[in-house]
Nanobody, 123 residues
């Protein structure tokens, strides 16, 4: 069982930066791929980024490439999303997720979810 808790969201001006954290607890954190998703009001929950357990390979949605960076510290059981050059379009609730095995861009592939943290980017 894996429990996930996000933190680090808030209000930021366009062009600014935030770093989101996702702390994992439980005895099954190892061998899990991790991902970030986001959901704006009235919109579907969409893929943002993912990272593998063994190799650390990363994957990004096109609109955040070059601006966001996903990473994980396995010793601290923590996932991060560094967000730079933020745009108003990035405003959403951000969720971290975990699944046993490889990465996926589909929200249906992830069995563990955090409660979400709000990111608001003003223009």
């Amino acid at each position: 069982q894996v429990q996930l808790v996000e933190s680090g969201g808030g209000l930021v001006q366009a062009g600014g930066s935030l770093r989101l954290s996702c702390s994992a607890s439980g005895r099954t954190f190892s061998q899990h791929s991790m991902g970030w998703f986001r959901q704006a009001p009235g919109k579907e929950r969409e893929f943002v980024a993912a990272i593998t357990w063994i190799t650390g390979n990363t994957y990004y949605e096109d609109s955040v490439k070059g601006r966001f960076a996903i990473s994980r510290d396995n010793a601290k059981n923590t996932l991060y999303l560094q967000m730079n050059s933020l745009k108003p379009e990035d405003t959403a609730v951000y969720y971290c997720a975990a699944r046993r095995g490889g990465t996926s861009s589909s929200k249906d592939a992830y069995g563990y979810w955090g409660q979400g943290t709000q990111v608001t980017v003003s223009s």
